[in-house]
């Protein structure tokens, strides 16, 4: 039987490592004694799986074999307080060098835990001595930040630690500042096995072809608060935590502290118990604020992306992504902070409200980290565009006004499908509207009484309608704004003057019988 698929092994008391953890440091350990002393290794583990664990006992087992020091680096002050704890409860004494440390008896420590930039004054200042840290390891490598202090261990062993071997930047990747990659557990194995809980997601198909991409290959903040903020946008997400999240623990993600703070106002109008936070609150705020999200068990926490590393909580039930990125590393963590296990908490939720799950595929499924690591563009290249994936949207009427066409078994057409046989027929592009007109008409007459009704129904269909229209436009390859607003406007018209035309003759042939006088 191979390692990942052992029984569920009891879970750890005190510091006792679970049998894959021991498995991964065997695996690097030996790495570590065959290869040369610059060598740098990569080690992959998802989110919740323990990296920390595993590093802090490699720090622990390394020292005690090795008359060398270790060196561990992170990119946020939370992780490198984190890491010391974590580290001393090994059994590590270590010292954190931040702005504020006192170095005069660095003489007395054998391990030291390090902020990234903090580091690198210290170093260009000659303030620390490197000179006999025969270990580096590297928390959260993706991270592009760290790979200017590679310099000052051109003789040290580093291991790099992540759960996505993708680098932040296309144009560092990691295999340039790395010889090899090991990668550990998968999501499944862990899910199977008890050690993470398994995600359910509901996906909303959302309209984002109004978002623009910036220098850093992720969504703008300004054109992700233009489209999150919009009424529109915060009714959904208030209605979708209603629909599948009612009184649960939720962690929402937002691209942009406006977008947060929108957010924030439009749960609270709707009578439900919410916080937001940002990287501008004080060390007191957020401390206050992680509290009363821990202890209320219906807490709503909107926040914008500085509770994607190093913050934990197990009672999270629902994660909102309330936000569309392009980054898989950010996809996975984000999605990680609702994946702990917890008592009796086996399985959690995530709503998706920026077709992320279309675009990387479902949190877990069996990435080949290998071949993303040596070939990140190849994979890169492969991510479906907004595009893409919203040709294959089947946009169907809003649950609410659906609710208005019960009688009619189905609302849906296709215009994409219309448009294809017109062509295919020899016929003019124009019959694909006329035919969706008479479709709309259709089951506006299915649910009225009289024409008046009907008229009524065709103005709830204006979203639809542009809806049609767009998808249209792409069908005949034109979408000036003029012409889109004309077509949209004409359309409008037309429905309006087919059911004063055509009520009674349709009514009729409907119902069988004719409309009331």
Not at 322 to 335: D, E, F, G, P, V
Request: hydrophobic share 35%; with cysteine.
């Amino acid at each position: 039987m191979s390692q990942t698929n052992q029984v569920i092994q009891e879970k750890k008391t005190d510091k006792e490592l679970y049998q894959y953890q021991q498995g991964a440091i065997s695996r690097i350990f030996e790495k570590f004694d065959n290869a040369p002393d610059d060598y740098h290794l990569l080690y992959q583990l998802p989110t919740g799986g323990g990296k920390t664990v595993i590093f802090s006992e490699m720090v622990r087992q390394y020292l005690k074999n090795h008359d060398k020091k270790v060196l561990v680096m992170t990119h946020r002050i939370e992780l490198c307080n984190q890491t010391s704890k974590m580290l001393t409860s090994f059994g590590v004494t270590n010292k954190v060098v931040n702005s504020k440390a006192n170095l005069d008896d660095q003489a007395d420590y054998s391990c030291f835990v390090a902020m990234v930039e903090t580091l690198n004054n210290r170093l260009n200042d000659n303030k620390l001595d490197i000179s006999d840290v025969g270990l580096v390891i590297i928390d959260e490598a993706h991270y592009n930040s760290f790979t200017k202090l590679f310099k000052f261990f051109e003789k040290s062993f580093i291991l790099g630690v992540t759960a996505t071997p993708l680098s932040s930047n296309k144009e560092l990747p990691m295999k340039d500042n790395y010889n090899e990659l090991i990668a550990g557990e998968t999501i499944e194995n862990l899910i199977e096995n008890e050690f993470l809980a398994r995600c359910e997601t509901y996906a909303y198909d959302m309209g984002l072809t109004s978002l623009e991409v910036g220098s850093n290959g992720d969504y703008t903040v300004k054109s992700s608060e233009d489209l999150y903020t919009s009424p529109a946008m915060l009714q959904k997400t208030v209605d979708a935590y209603k629909k599948h999240a009612l009184g649960k623990k939720a962690l929402i993600f937002n691209n942009g502290i406006s977008t947060s703070i929108s957010v924030y106002y439009a749960f609270r109008e709707a009578g439900l118990p919410i916080m937001h936070l940002d990287n501008t609150a004080t060390k007191k705020q957020r401390k206050q604020i992680l509290d009363w999200f821990h202890e209320t068990p219906d807490a709503i926490l909107t926040s914008v992306s500085i509770l994607t590393t190093g913050f934990d909580e197990p009672t999270i039930d629902t994660i909102i992504l309330n936000r569309a990125t392009k980054s898989l590393t950010l996809y996975y963590q984000m999605i990680g902070r609702g994946s702990r296990i917890l008592n009796n908490k086996s399985k959690f939720t995530v709503i998706d409200l920026g077709n992320n799950l279309y675009r990387f595929g479902p949190w877990g499924a069996d990435l080949d980290w290998e071949l993303i690591f040596k070939s990140p563009n190849w994979y890169a290249d492969r991510i479906k565009s907004d595009e893409a994936i919203e040709a294959n949207f089947k946009h169907e009427l809003d649950d609410e006004i659906k609710g208005e066409f019960s009688k009619s078994e189905d609302t849906y057409f296709d215009i994409k499908q219309t448009y294809k046989d017109a062509v295919d027929a020899g016929e003019s592009s124009k019959v694909v509207l006329e035919r969706s007109i008479e479709q709309h008409a259709k089951i506006c007459i299915e649910n009225s009484e009289d024409v008046y009704d009907a008229l009524g129904l065709a103005k709830l269909l204006k979203g639809d309608i542009n809806m049609r229209i767009e998808i249209y436009a792409k069908c005949i390859s034109k979408s000036t704004h003029n012409f889109l607003k004309w077509l949209k406007d004409d359309y409008q018209k037309k429905l309006n003057s087919y059911l004063r035309t055509n009520f009674d003759e349709k009514f009729e042939e409907i119902h069988g019988y004719p409309p009331e006088d």
